[in-house]
């Protein structure tokens, strides 16, 4: 059965840094990519990227706006997103995917940013 | 990038009742790389449709997508209580991934 398992709800200040994961079973990691989508409080999903864990090739949106880094380690089949500096505009819920199609989600982490 | 555009916002039927969600994009979505997702409150989006017409697995067969360039349509032919859902189009032809702002279907 695949699964993807996601890191549980944070709450960190602006300026601090987060790294937040999902922990993928069920199927051999570095075929698919896995990508991280952004809703923020009542609204509509954003794709914020996608990561190939095969070869690392990652792809970003510049429409989506925020200090993050996706990356992923082949050898615990996670892949991971993190901020430097979260800024309060970073506060939603945040979902890993699996495959450009989304055949597959986390059960999403939810991130608030609050001084 | 390729801005996908669903209408109706919201869309209100009962119970019985054909749902027809539409898509449109700015342009032509590469190789029909469209897919249908549904989510529920406080739940994750799930995976509908593929590929503009491949129904994911488990998915029942009241769901079914269609079109090609930048026109697509999601229809329910018969709405079960748990069909009532926002529902997003999404396309995967071309970086960055998009997807629609969303119908709201209620009864």
């Known amino acids: 059965e695949v699964q993807l398992v996601q890191s549980g709800a944070e709450v960190r200040k602006p300026g601090e840094s987060l790294k937040i994961s999902c922990k993928t079973s069920?199927?051999?990691?570095?075929?698919?990519?896995i990508a991280w989508v952004r809703q923020m409080p009542g609204k509509g999903l954003e794709w914020m990227g996608i990561?190939?864990?095969?070869?690392?090739?990652?792809r970003y949106n510049p429409s989506v706006q925020g200090l993050f880094t996706i990356s992923a380690d082949r050898s615990i089949a996670t892949a991971y997103l993190q901020w430097s500096s979260l800024r309060a505009s970073d506060s939603a819920m945040y979902y890993c995917?699996?495959?450009?199609?989304?055949?597959?989600w986390g059960q999403g982490t939810r991130v608030t940013v609050s001084s | 990038e390729n801005v996908l555009t669903q209408s109706p916002a919201t869309l209100s039927l009962s119970p019985g009742e054909r749902a027809t969600l539409s898509c449109g994009a700015s342009q032509s979505v590469s190789t029909n790389y469209l897919a249908w997702y549904q989510q529920k409150p406080g739940l994750a989006p799930r995976l509908l449709i593929y590929d503009a017409s491949k129904r994911a697995t488990g998915i029942p067969d009241r769901f079914s997508g269609s079109g090609s360039g930048t026109d697509f349509t999601l229809i329910i032919s018969r709405l079960e209580p748990e069909d009532f859902a926002v529902y997003y189009c999404?396309?995967?032809?071309?970086?960055?991934?998009?997807f629609g702002q969303g119908t709201k279907l209620e009864s």
């Open positions: 999404q396309q995967y032809g071309s970086s960055p991934v998009t």
């Open positions: 995917v699996r495959q450009w199609s989304g055949d597959y």
């Open positions: 990561i190939n864990p095969y070869d690392y090739d990652t």
């Open positions: 069920g199927y051999i990691f570095t075929n698919y990519w």
